[in-house]
């Protein structure tokens, strides 16, 4: 897909109708085939496009048609986007540039107005730049309103530059650990994540009891949540999920007007909850989060409704009813887009082979069947983690149906990629896992022997509250071992204190 095809793969059919509407206006000349261009990129029609320009040496005229169609799609959408939309940030934005528009034509009364009138919802929404540049513009205009104070509006110009400065470094920090985190998750990287986190914000100077927006909120929790996935021990971060929730609802008139921020920090509480095993309260959140999804005519239900679904469907399993985790799931998947997350949709699957799996239900291959890619696409798309986890419910997959040639196979491949780093993470008791695995496929009987069972349990790290998604793996294995239903065993694993 080439970058016109990206920028059509976001537009709508009412996008789409206008912006050719745009190109006929634009178009001085009737033989001009950039409509004809952008109509066949939409419709992917790859045979009838080598025929726009037959012949090599055409290409160049191609190639230049291309380019302009890009140049004129890019500044159509960024019209677009300020004209329609709606969101209170855009308002205000609006707000500020007809008001430097009055002011280059004298309209000084008018031009001061919609200043107040932006900066009183720039307050509201808590957006110190949008601030930053209001006060600029008011500050460089101040001596055209002699009614203004210029050493009060100094003042409140200084302290939002410091609240500003603040989140500011706070936005540097949190995009140099997002970068960390990408090299851990996709590159493989040894770091240790919670050092890096504590130089990072020295380095900044950055303080978590100076949170100050939904927008900072989220950032601290977006890596929150990942480094407790690295460690699988979500009781880490749960503290800081806590004092999250207080300022929230201490903040409750800000909700919707940060509508995006508001269900992201929602969905990280519902998750924090469901992997602590606090499955009430993750669906308390849950609800929340679907109530803000529907709020502003669905504005962002698209955005979120995939994983909203997926820790439905998980809660739900957990708390006894996999048929309607089965159902949630199957579902959302079935309704989901072309434009879907990819991550989102392989996250349900995964989930969905899992859930048939626990009954030993062989509908989970045809789940697994769905994973086409190679170990190292999985690693580069979707994580180190994801890749790890997708492996391990193959393997116990082709092992509960009796595969053995392919669940030893699965055990070899995993040794000689996974090997070398799950020991640099310090995480060899996945190794452990493994190997108690392969015992078992080369010899079954070896479940009765009380030794295979207390190794088993010998991975329960004792005095912590273990990941759900770890207790799920060793529900399957004591299964084996204790000749019960995977479901079962995996249910009372989880409902131990």
Known sequence: ?????????????????????????????????????????????????????????????????????????????????????????????????????????????????????????????????????????????????????????????????????????????????????????????????????????????????????????????????????????????EPFAEKSYRFITARQELAGRQLYYHIYILYFMANIHFRNRRFNDSGDYLQKMMEQMLEQNKRYYSRFCLRYFLLLALTKNYLGAPGIAIGIAEKALSTAGKKADPADVNDLRLALAVFYLQHSDRTALKQMVQFTHTDAWYEKKLGMLWAIRKSLVELLMHTEFEHTELALSRIKSFKRRYKSYLAEVKESRVMDFVLLVERYILKPEIVAAPTFKQGIMALIVPGVKEDIFVLAFLGWLLAKAERRTTYDVTLELVNRP
């Open 1 to 237: 897909m080439n970058a016109i095809q990206e920028i059509i793969s976001i537009m709508d059919t009412g996008d789409n109708k206008a912006f050719i509407s745009y190109l006929r206006h634009k178009n001085k000349r009737e033989d001009t085939k950039n409509i004809p261009l952008f109509k066949l990129l939409e419709t992917d029609d790859i045979n009838s496009l080598k025929n726009l320009y037959a012949g090599a040496k055409n290409n160049d005229a191609y190639h230049a048609l291309s380019k302009r169609l890009y140049d004129s799609l890019v500044g159509f959408m960024a019209n677009r986007t300020f004209e329609t939309a709606t969101g209170a940030t855009h308002e205000v934005q609006r707000l500020l540039v007809v008001s430097r528009l009055f002011l280059e034509h004298s309209l000084t009364k008018t031009a001061f107005k919609c200043l107040a009138k932006a900066e009183a919802r720039a307050l509201a929404l808590e957006d110190f730049a949008l601030l930053n540049d209001i006060y600029h513009t008011q500050v460089q205009y101040a001596h055209l309103n002699a009614k203004l104070s210029l050493d009060v509006l100094v003042q409140k110009f200084k302290a939002n530059a410091q609240k500003l400065h603040r989140e500011e470094q706070l936005n540097i920090g949190y995009a140099l650990l997002r970068r960390e985190l990408a090299a851990i998750q996709h590159k493989g990287k040894v770091t240790d994540l919670r050092e890096f986190i504590v130089h990072t914000m020295e380095q900044l100077g950055i303080s978590l009891n100076e949170v100050l927006t939904f927008r900072s909120l989220y950032q601290m929790l977006f890596i929150a949540n990942e480094y407790a996935a690295l460690n699988s021990n979500y009781a880490l971060i």
